[in-house]
């Protein structure tokens, strides 16, 4: 391998563990793929919204150690100006207006939002996240459906009176503008989720002056009911669509900021947003609120108590849940699972991350497999053989051992497959997957095939198009020799040697942890400016301490000085 | 990597936002519209695209009797020479132009024999999509040839009123990161807007009284307004390397948004009844018929330049068909299973069900989109002087060629109104042709200079044997 071809794996394995490196020095498979910015091999910023991976070629002058890089370039990542996404957008706001979580329309909302590309799992990555005119459409869509449900079942003008927590007055009158401003100002407070300025508060002043002269000019009774609710539709689509809401705006703690390059300590506010958002998907609470007050947040005690509380609470194992099930690929497979197969996986996460279990019971821990003849058993799977898994990785036809051997080697386990398909790739369409598993075994197919068919044909007794057990299905052989990824390597027969090996390794974990530091810092990791240093560092501090659960991870990270930090 | 929703612009001429105030008088008289009359200047018809896509084209079996009776040679169509699929459509034979032979030498190139999302990202761009991830948004190095078009007549054409939009993109269900038919002017994946309630609402807007629908419109540009006027101030506080071009685009989103509502409130379009449709959600093909019904209602509206239609949602073998089942014509129980559990199954075989699957599938849309043309025919466009159908290009096309994930000889149907520059009522035998000069040639058919398009491989380097100019024998002139 010729000095280049190092350097541009190397580039490859900047993030990863060191020993993920390993895997990725295979002969032939890598050569030529210099994207590492987006864990799923997306581009990670194309159209150059501060884009941190290096987009290819382009990012050849900033390698580590470079001698092109500045000696005094900052070793840091900029942190990104970052949107909520769409279940933080929904999420917050149906806080802010008091609206169930479980509402059918707190639900459907999601659905009814722009789509947002999904990064290795995550939606929250700032660098993919462009606006555009349709986005802030459906916000304001989203906006009216929620004002349309916080005030349903409001008929009268006393009962929205009420609604809005205007009180009469001495002469049992309601002053309802005076009360919709209040309701502005309390509305504004909670959502820019800092200090309200003076300034602010006009501004709510000045919209519903604009809709008075709005309903005067088209003749419409300014005290009707219809009128009172134009006014609060109009001040929520403010809200929800000011950048202050939707975007996570920091400038840092007073007096912070003073050396344009120097990284700049958070206010206790943005140390709370930042918390809340991480953990639990949604608008600080007020024990963080109150800890804004006394700018206590600072503190990494004080936040590690908070993060214990917020992980217990129900907010909190809901963004773990579907944070999992996303990173699992369970929503965007082309085989939906079913729902009891889908609510029995979110259990099984749920059980794991709140009872505290090691790391390696994820793929390892029993559980209840339903076999094709209609019994069932109970085997050390663990994720690996929920239904809900392994039938989101089905694209049939085609074979399941090249769906799921890509998934669990490029998600599960970090590691980069070729972005493109060799000029003499085999067309196998008429063959049997059978054929196709024997084909692939040879070369030129098998430099990068036996990879992922083989880490695949680990899930051959899980049917492609049922994805129910079976023992007799053994077609694909009876073992099968796992080419190393990192330290993830050997003979397996099935999913419990692959759950096993993967379980007991440094890569699975590691890879874990690449997950949850995306998710905190909202952006693909830069090996180049530090990342590796200190997602290297957050793996410590974890396995180090005894705990593998996945609470002590998400301790370790907000404990972290980093997560406290706005890098500029 | 960005990707867009559905709507590739609005408003899309820079200065269109404050040439809409002015135009309307929306500072001092926000209520006068601006709308009638919208005749045009003479001489300047009001030209459109319409792109249909398929996934999987015509089965190779059989295609004399389901296609065209010769795919050699060029020839005038008789209705003999039509097959069952292209039969529904034969009451609008002169203005078809139906194509055999084709290479889509940039997958030929490629070698992405079978992967959905490479070769859907490639059909109507005539380009390969920038390296990318199997299951990832791809990218390409520019518009795709619906995009193109749809900019070019609505920001150069010279169209004397604004479009609000010069591209759509809708489909029946979308599993957004197979469906890579669209691309913007940057090379970004569109996604569609996808689900009749979805596309009826963001075309058309509420169905609530008219004038609460105007009041809402205005309370929401007041809100805009202070929104766009609160980006100003932030952004002077942001210190993040990537503000700037975030906030650029929250700015024009805004802008946009505005400029859309501003033109929404000045025209009045009936949203079409929609009763009876299938939820957004849902995979049921009988989505089609109320799309096709929205496409028509938004041409007939004139707010778009271009629309292209997922049809289907082929790519993730999701819609179901069982109602082409016909117990006593078909009685075969494995067509009936293709039909109504795995349409997307029928894609991975050649037996006779699977053709027959694809066949009746294809024929039933033909039918539809016959429906659609007895409507534009007969529905004075915009100027008043012509039909819709006279003002429209239709291209049905596939993103693979026959049902087998197949590449080569492709067959497409173009439809082409008599004010465009495409000569219908031809078979054309363009072996020896490329895609790409097909877009050429489409595009030429909608006026447009262009003597080429696409033909970039991954890395960006343009392939010069791809592109032939138009085919000539296609145009009027």
């Known amino acids: 391998m010729n000095h280049s071809a190092q350097d541009r794996i190397w580039k490859l394995c900047r993030g990863l563990l060191p020993v993920a490196c390993s895997a990725l020095l295979l002969p032939g498979c890598y050569t030529g793929l210099a994207d590492v910015a987006g864990s799923d091999g997306s581009d990670g910023g194309e159209g150059g919204v501060g884009s941190s991976g290096d987009g290819g070629e382009q990012g050849e002058g900033s390698e580590s150690g470079d001698p092109a890089r500045p000696a005094e370039e900052p070793h840091f990542v900029p942190t990104p100006l970052a949107r909520l996404t769409n279940d933080e957008f929904v999420n917050s706001a149906a806080t802010l207006?008091?609206?169930?979580?479980?509402?059918?329309?707190?639900?459907?909302?999601?659905?009814?939002?722009?789509?947002?590309?999904?990064?290795?799992?995550?939606?929250?990555?700032?660098?993919?996240?462009?606006?555009?005119?349709?986005?802030?459409?459906?916000?304001?869509?989203?906006?009216?459906?929620?004002?349309?449900?916080?005030?349903?079942?409001?008929?009268?003008?006393?009962?929205?009176?009420?609604?809005?927590?205007?009180?009469?007055?001495?002469?049992?009158a309601y002053d309802l503008p005076g009360c919709t401003r209040d309701f502005g100002a309390t509305l504004v407070g909670k959502a820019f989720r800092r200090e309200v300025m003076e300034q602010e508060l006009s501004n709510i002043e000045?919209?519903?002056?604009?809709?008075?002269?709005?309903?005067?000019?088209?003749?419409?009774?300014?005290?009707?009911?219809?009128?009172?609710?134009?006014?609060?539709?109009?001040?929520?689509?403010?809200?929800?669509?000011?950048?202050?809401?939707?975007?996570?705006?920091?400038?840092?703690?007073?007096?912070?900021?003073?050396?344009?390059?120097?990284?700049?300590?958070?206010s206790s506010a943005e140390i709370a947003t930042r918390l809340a958002y991480f953990l639990t998907g949604t608008l600080p609470d007020q024990a963080l609120l109150a800890d804004v007050e006394e700018d206590r947040l600072a503190d990494p005690s004080v936040r590690l108590e908070h993060a214990q509380r917020l992980l217990s609470s129900e907010?909190?194992?809901?963004?773990?849940?579907?944070?999992?099930?996303?990173?699992?690929?369970?929503?965007?497979?082309?085989?939906?699972?079913?729902?009891?197969?889908?609510?029995?996986?979110?259990?099984?996460?749920?059980?794991?991350?709140?009872?505290?279990?090691?790391?390696?019971?994820?793929?390892?821990a029993p559980i209840s497999v339903e076999h094709v003849d209609g019994t069932q058993t109970e085997e050390p799977f663990g994720v690996l053989g929920m239904r809900a898994f392994v039938a989101s990785h089905s694209s049939y036809p085609t074979p399941g051992f090249i769906t799921r051997g890509v998934f669990v080697v490029e998600r599960l386990l970090c590691s980069h497959l070729p972005s493109d398909i060799p000029a003499d790739a085999l067309d196998g369409e008429e063959m049997t997957p059978v054929e196709v598993f024997e084909e692939h075994a040879k070369q030129p197919c098998a430099t990068c095939h036996v990879i992922f068919d083989n880490y695949g044909a680990a899930f051959q007794r899980f049917g492609t198009e049922t994805s129910?057990?079976?023992?007799?299905?053994?077609?694909?052989?009876?073992?099968?020799?796992?080419?190393?990824?990192?330290?993830?390597?050997?003979?397996?027969?099935?999913?419990?040697?692959?759950?096993?090996?993967?379980?007991?390794?440094?890569?699975?974990?590691?890879?874990?942890?690449?997950?949850?530091?995306?998710?905190?810092?909202?952006?693909?990791?830069?090996a180049d400016k530090g990342d590796d240093e200190a997602l290297g560092q957050l793996i410590n501090t974890w396995q180090g301490s005894g705990d593998t659960s996945m609470k002590s991870l998400l301790q370790a990270i907000v404990a972290s000085e980093d997560f406290i930090m706005l890098f500029p | 990597m960005t990707v867009d929703e559905g709507i590739t612009s609005v408003g899309s001429k820079q200065n269109r936002r404050k040439f809409l105030k002015a135009a309307s008088g929306l500072l001092a008289a926000p209520f006068l519209s601006f709308r009638a009359p919208r005749a045009r200047a003479?001489?300047?018809?009001?030209?459109?695209?319409?792109?249909?896509?398929?996934?999987?084209?015509?089965?190779?079996?059989?295609?004399?009797?389901?296609?065209?009776?010769?795919?050699?040679?060029?020839?005038?169509?008789?209705?003999?020479?039509?097959?069952t699929i292209l039969a529904p459509l034969s009451s609008y034979r002169d203005n078809m132009l139906v194509i055999s032979g084709l290479r889509l030498d940039s997958a030929i190139v490629m070698n992405d024999a079978a992967t959905h999302d490479r070769i859907t990202g490639q059909t109507l761009t005539g380009s390969r999509l920038v390296d990318s991830v199997t299951g990832s948004a791809g990218t390409q190095h520019h518009a795709s040839v619906d995009v193109h078009i749809g900019k070019y007549l609505s920001d150069d054409y010279g169209l004397t009123f604004p479009r609000i939009y010069s591209h759509l993109f809708l489909s029946?269900?979308?599993?957004?990161?197979?469906?890579?038919?669209?691309?913007?002017?940057?090379?970004?994946?569109?996604?569609?807007?996808?689900?009749?309630?979805?596309?009826?609402?963001?075309?058309?807007?509420?169905?609530?009284?008219?004038?609460?629908?105007?009041?809402?419109?205005?309370?929401?540009?007041?809100?805009?307004?202070?929104?766009?006027?609160?980006l100003q101030s932030v952004r002077g506080e942001l210190v993040n390397a990537n503000a700037a071009t975030v906030m650029d685009a929250y700015e024009s989103s805004v802008d946009e948004l505005a400029t859309e509502l501003e033109l929404r409130a000045n025209l009045q379009c009936t949203p079409p009844d929609i009763t009876g449709a299938p939820d957004n959600g849902a995979r049921n093909a009988s989505s089609t018929p109320f799309i096709f019904a929205s496409i028509y209602q938004a041409f007939a509206c004139d707010l778009a330049s271009s629309i292209t239609y997922a049809i289907g949602g082929e790519t993730i073998n999701q819609l179901k068909y069982q109602f082409l089942y016909d117990q006593e014509a078909h009685n075969d129980?494995?067509?009936?299973?293709?039909?109504?559990?795995?349409?997307?199954?029928?894609?991975?075989?050649?037996?006779?069900?699977?053709?027959?699957?694809?066949e009746l599938v294809r024929t039933y849309q033909a039918g539809l989109l016959a429906e659609l043309l007895d409507?534009?025919?007969?529905?004075?466009?915009?100027?008043?002087?012509?039909?819709?159908?006279?003002?429209?290009?239709?291209?049905?096309?596939?993103?693979?060629?026959n049902n087998t994930h197949k590449r080569g000889d492709y067959c497409h149907l173009l439809l082409a109104g008599s004010n465009t520059n495409l000569r219908g009522g031809f078979h054309y035998d363009c072996s020896g042709s490329t895609n790409n000069d097909l877009l050429t040639t489409i595009a030429g058919g909608l006026t447009l200079p262009d003597t080429s398009f696409g033909g970039y491989d991954a890395s960006g380097t343009r392939l010069e044997q791809l592109n032939h100019g138009p085919i000539t024998k296609m145009l009027k002139a």
């Not at chain 1, 002056?209 to 005067?216: A, R």
């Not at chain 1, 009172?228 to 001040?235: G, N, Q």
């Not at chain 2, 089965?59 to 003999?80: F, H, K, M, Q």
Request: hydrophobic share 40%.
């Open chain 2, 172 to 230: 029946d269900y979308s599993e957004a990161s197979k469906t890579t038919f669209c691309f913007n002017e940057q090379g970004s994946q569109i996604r569609s807007i996808s689900g009749v309630g979805n596309i009826v609402g963001t075309l058309f807007g509420s169905s609530e009284d008219a004038n609460a629908v105007l009041l809402d419109t205005r309370a929401q540009q007041l809100a805009l307004d202070l929104v766009h006027e609160r």
């Open chain 2, 375 to 401: 409507k534009m025919s007969t529905t004075p466009d915009i100027d008043g002087s012509s039909t819709m159908l006279d003002n429209t290009v239709i291209f049905v096309t596939s993103a693979m060629s």
């Open chain 1, 206 to 266: 000045s919209l519903v002056d604009q809709v008075d002269e709005l309903l005067l000019e088209h003749e419409q009774d300014p005290e009707a009911l219809d009128s009172h609710i134009l006014r609060l539709r109009t001040i929520v689509r403010y809200v929800l669509l000011s950048a202050d809401f939707l975007l996570l705006v920091e400038r840092g703690a007073p007096g912070e900021g003073d050396d344009p390059k120097a990284p700049i300590r958070l």
């Open chain 1, 97 to 172: 207006l008091g609206l169930p979580k479980d509402s059918e329309l707190v639900v459907g909302a999601v659905s009814n939002l722009a789509s947002e590309p999904d990064v290795g799992g995550l939606s929250n990555d700032a660098n993919n996240q462009l606006l555009t005119h349709v986005g802030i459409s459906a916000y304001s869509t989203v906006a009216r459906a929620m004002t349309d449900a916080f005030l349903d079942d409001v008929t009268t003008v006393d009962a929205l009176a009420t609604r809005i927590g205007c009180v009469e007055d001495a002469a049992g």
């Open chain 1, 315 to 364: 907010a909190g194992r809901l963004m773990f849940t579907q944070t999992l099930s996303s990173w699992l690929g369970v929503s965007g497979g082309q085989v939906d699972a079913d729902a009891a197969a889908a609510a029995a996986l979110s259990a099984f996460i749920d059980d794991w991350f709140t009872e505290q279990r090691p790391f390696a019971a994820l793929y390892q």
């Open chain 2, 42 to 83: 003479a001489g300047a018809p009001p030209l459109r695209l319409m792109t249909i896509m398929d996934s999987y084209g015509v089965p190779t079996t059989n295609r004399g009797e389901t296609w065209i009776d010769s795919a050699v040679g060029d020839y005038a169509l008789t209705n003999d020479s039509l097959g």
């Open chain 2, 333 to 358: 129980e494995s067509l009936l299973d293709l039909l109504k559990k795995n349409f997307h199954a029928a894609s991975h075989r050649n037996d006779p069900a699977a053709d027959k699957a694809h």
């Open chain 1, 468 to 526: 129910l057990y079976d023992l007799s299905a053994t077609e694909l052989g009876s073992s099968f020799e796992l080419p190393a990824l990192g330290d993830v390597s050997g003979p397996v027969e099935g999913v419990a040697d692959l759950g096993l090996a993967m379980g007991n390794s440094e890569q699975a974990p590691a890879c874990m942890a690449e997950l949850w530091y995306r998710k905190a810092v909202r952006r693909s990791l830069d």
